[in-house]
């Protein structure tokens, strides 16, 4: 039975973890707490004055900053964030959250190990190695890049950067829907904290990649940042969405593939789906079968995400790619991936294993993986904002319609956002869409002004209005409340 050790945190609190490795990592050794509600990770090797201030600081103010605010709980399930500092024989430890159950596997082959994002972001890995019960739907795996653009979006907002941003450091759950970023022990601080490393391969921006030779006083030497984690979480969406790299494509920049890699993630990186430039895609004849069909751009081409997040991906890979400052921030990100769960319809055909896709408002929807086309009526709901009152303005912004759906605040005005900040009452529901009779109609559950505008008649609590082509409902009269103008597509 090995020993439980006891220690003081620099904080003056006790610290006990169970004298036995449990896991060891690149810089670390992990020790299990006697509960395991914790682990004790110790460097092997001695940190220098530098490394310790950055700890000192990530689990002190900038922990405050984050944790200790209003609505700071929030981001307890987000981020595997230290907690304390302790030294034991010479050596620096962090103390950090055990990870939450939902982020092991629960059966099959790999029983007992983490989620790490890996095994769900690549087509190969997901078709050959994951069994169907963990892989979830495409809504969920929507769900999840919300939770990771918002933890990316909170970390920038506090003036850090991860530096390793990767699937390797985010915990995923596609069954639950669920995501929480780790190793933030070497989050950086521009001007004052360098990266301990400079990513992982994969999710390294292309200007560290080709200035890696530079020396580190090199003023054209490019090291991790915001902007270099604003490439890695593109590359995430990316991949977790159509589990393919954006850059991977059947170009050769070299004939040593050292020196192809290099350019090919560096300084010659060119989007696998450039519009213009064809030269980088994919091969099909030299993929494995279990690359396909995700592997092939032209059967399941990015635009199958939807508007909103094309056009961020053109931006990440066209425009931002050599040019970081154009690169979409992880707020963009956030709000395009809202924005397009919005977009999302069920498919129709009970063994597909996507169970969504993203209606690309066309008068025949399909769905892109299984092929499904949509029968029966399909409402649209236009939303409009109101710039003055009694003038309303096309918003871009659109909800699709589907039986049980829920109508929240967010969508009934412009001011509300579905994030951390949104109180109790803002995450009930207001209304809720059924197909009831051979027609759609909403159900006013807690709107005190809703109004059949084609009427002028108001809809009560408890009363529904028919969802009827043209159809005008005015969801509210406070500052920022919408009009919906609805559009049926039949098929």
């Known amino acids: 039975m090995a020993n439980t050790i006891t220690l003081k945190a620099t904080d003056g609190s006790t610290v006990q973890f169970v004298d036995e490795v449990i896991g060891s990592g690149a810089m670390k050794d992990v020790y299990f707490s006697p509960d395991k509600s914790y682990v004790v990770g110790f460097f092997r090797t001695p940190q220098d004055a530098n490394a310790k201030d950055r700890l000192h600081n990530i689990t002190g103010i900038y922990r405050d900053k984050i944790f200790n605010q209003p609505g700071g709980d929030y981001w307890d399930k987000l981020f595997c964030w230290p907690t304390k500092l302790v030294e034991w024989e010479g050596k620096l430890g962090v103390v ?42 495409w809504l969920t795996h929507f769900h999840m890049l919300i939770q990771i653009a918002r933890a990316v979006k909170r970390l920038h907002a506090a003036g850090l950067a991860h530096s390793d941003l990767s ?46 030779s ?58 696998i789906e450039h519009p213009y430039d064809t030269s980088n895609r994919p091969k099909i004849a030299n993929m494995a079968p279990s690359e396909l069909p995700q592997g092939d751009v032209e059967k399941l081409p990015y635009s199958i995400c939807g508007p909103y997040l094309k056009q961020l991906f053109n931006k990440a890979f066209i425009d931002g790619l050599h040019n ?30 996507a169970k969504w ?104 609590i408890g009363q529904a209005v028919e969802l009827t082509e043209g159809k005008k409902i005015l969801l509210g009269k406070n500052d920022g409340d919408r009009l919906i103008v609805v559009q049926l597509v039949n098929n």
């Open 96 to 137: 950090v959250p055990a990870y939450q159950k939902h982020f092991f596997f629960e059966g099959g082959k790999f029983k007992g190990k983490e989620k790490i994002g890996k095994w769900f972001a690549s087509a190969k890995l997901r078709n050959r190695f994951v069994e169907h019960e963990f892989k979830g739907t």
């Open 167 to 212: 699937y390797n450091n985010v915990l995923v759950d596609p069954k639950t829907g669920t995501a929480c970023v780790i190793d933030c022990d070497g989050l950086v601080v521009p001007g004052k904290y360098p990266p301990d490393v400079v990513g992982t391969p994969d999710f390294i921006a292309p200007e560290v990649l080709a200035t890696r």
């Open 214 to 271: 530079l020396k580190i006083c090199d003023p054209n030497k490019k090291l991790p940042s915001i902007q270099t984690d604003r490439h890695a979480l593109a590359v995430m969406i990316y991949m977790y969405l159509l589990y393919r790299h954006p850059l991977r494509g059947g170009k050769v920049n070299d004939l040593d593939p050292a020196k192809d890699e290099e350019l090919s993630m560096g300084s010659k990186a060119l989007f």
């Open 324 to 353: 970081p400052a154009l690169r979409p921030t992880a707020d963009e990100w956030l709000t395009a991936l809202v924005k397009t769960t919005d977009l999302m319809q069920p498919c129709q055909n009970p063994n597909c294993e």
């Open 357 to 460: 896709f993203v209606f690309d408002n066309t008068t025949k929807p399909r769905c892109p993986f299984c092929g499904t086309e949509y029968h029966g009526q399909l409402p649209v709901l236009n939303l409009y904002y109101s710039p003055k009152p009694g003038v309303f303005k096309p918003e871009n912004y659109r909800l699709m319609v589907y039986h049980h759906q829920s109508l929240y605040m967010w969508h009934v005005n412009r001011f509300i956002f579905p994030n951390e900040k949104l109180t109790a009452e803002e995450k009930r529901p207001v209304g809720d869409f059924h197909f009831h009779n051979g027609k759609w109609i909403l159900i006013n559950r807690r709107l005190p002004n809703l109004w059949d505008k084609d009427t002028d008649k108001k809809i009560e």
